[in-house]
Structures are given as C-alpha cells and as structure tokens.
C-alpha cells in the first residue's frame, strides 16, 4: 500500500459546526504532514507531526487542532472556521523526519459558508 | 530561512516538444533535498523527481531530468517529448529541518 487516504474528499460546513479531517497511511512513515493550498497558490505548511509527536506548528489558528492518535492516522479538528479558511487541505507522510521524500494524499477540499 | 523562485508562472509548448522549466532557491540548511512535484486539475500533489544536494549528478526519471547548478542554487526541470499528460501546475520545493518549502509554480500547458 503506496497511499495516502484523506477523508472525505469534500466538506461543507457553516462557521459555528465542528468537524474533522481524516488522513491514514499504512507505509510504515513516521511522519505526517497537514499542508493548506487555497485556489492557485502552493500548498503551506500548517502542521508536522514526528514519531507521534508535534513537532512544527507554523503559528496556524487554534480552530485548527492536529491530532495524531498512532502512526498511522492523522486528524484535524476544525472548530469555529472562517470564510477565508476554505482551501485544499493536504495531508503527506514521509518515511523519517527529514520528509526526504513526501507523499501525498489527493486532498480535502472545504467550503466554510 | 528557505525561499523558493519559480520565475514563470505559464508556459505553453506543442506536444512533443522539449521544455525547460526554472527554479532558483536560497537556503541555509548543508544539507538538503530539492524536489519537482505536478499537480493536475484532479489536485494530487504528485512527485515527479527528487536531487540531493550533495550529489553532483543530476536527477533523471524516463522523460523528466533536471540541471542542478548548485552554486548559483538552480534547479530547473527540463521535459522531454512532452505529452498531453504533463498539463499540470509544476512545483519546485527544497526540503529543510522537516519543512518542505514550496515555489509559486509554474503552469504548464501542453497543446496538440
């Protein structure tokens, strides 16, 4: 198993809903990655987690809460979200820490009305 | 800090053709990675070739090479016989200290 699998693949939501984002990879990595990309931009970094474990917040919102329950499985909770939070939201793994090489799930995209 | 420049934000070549696309880079990290990725209309990030900046050769996969000056911090992506296939956004990132720091992209489209 070569993937990474983010549910759902679309999202609608108003700004006072809770929801989450699902990513799972079953490729052994030891790090995951949660990457933002509104339309025609690229992809910004938002969260690292390495061996289970925060290790990069880029100063993103608290609405925004990562979770990693295993290595296997990445989450982000979205709480009390903005308009201008509707974007692609990514989530990648890498094999080690030093994401020499990063693979991608297809993504999330969310609309916050 | 690690910044990434891609100069070019489209680009349009026949079907066939060959087709070099520009990055320059600046980071402060001795060691490093440098990467292309595609993302077609689907949104798929997809990795298309990798450089490790402590080797001197050059990256090749099938179609797609790169010329790594690593003094002036180049890194262009060149596409040989390109195909309808290869019309997608095109990012260069340089890989530091775990963050993967991507360039504004470049468009490229392919036309029959």
């Known amino acids: 198993d070569t993937e990474v699998t983010q549910t759902p693949k679309h999202l609608v939501m108003g700004m006072t809903n809770k929801k989450s984002l699902k990513c799972e990879q079953h490729?052994?990595?030891?790090?995951m990655y949660w990457y933002k990309q509104k339309a025609k931009k690229p992809p910004e970094l938002m969260f690292v987690?390495?061996?289970?474990?925060?290790?990069i917040n880029e100063s993103v919102p608290s609405r925004f809460s990562p979770e990693c329950p295993n290595s296997s499985l990445l989450n982000l909770h979205l709480h009390a979200l903005q308009p201008e939070d509707s974007a692609l939201y990514l989530c990648?793994?890498?094999?080690?820490?030093?994401?020499?090489?990063?693979?991608f799930g297809s993504g999330t995209q969310l609309s916050v009305l | 800090a690690q910044t990434v420049t891609q100069s070019q934000p489209e680009m349009s070549v026949q079907e066939a053709e060959t087709v070099t696309l520009s990055c320059t880079y600046d980071?402060?990290?001795?060691?490093?990675?440098l990467f292309w990725y595609k993302q077609p209309p689907s949104r798929q990030m997809i990795l298309v070739i990798r450089?490790?900046?402590?080797?001197?050769q050059n990256a090749t996969e099938n179609r797609f090479s790169v010329n790594f000056q690593k003094a002036a911090k180049s890194f262009s992506l060149k596409i040989s016989d390109s195909q309808l296939g290869d019309t997608a956004m095109y990012f260069c990132?340089?890989?530091?200290?775990?963050?993967?720091?991507f360039g504004q992209g470049t468009r490229l489209t392919i036309n029959p």
């Open positions: 490729m052994g990595h030891r790090a």
């Open positions: 987690y390495s061996y289970e474990k925060l290790s």
């Open positions: 990132a340089s890989q530091g200290a775990q963050k993967l720091v």
């Open positions: 450089q490790e900046a402590y080797k001197q």
């Open positions: 990648a793994s890498s094999p080690g820490a030093t994401n020499e090489k990063l693979f």
């Open positions: 980071t402060s990290e001795s060691n490093y990675y």
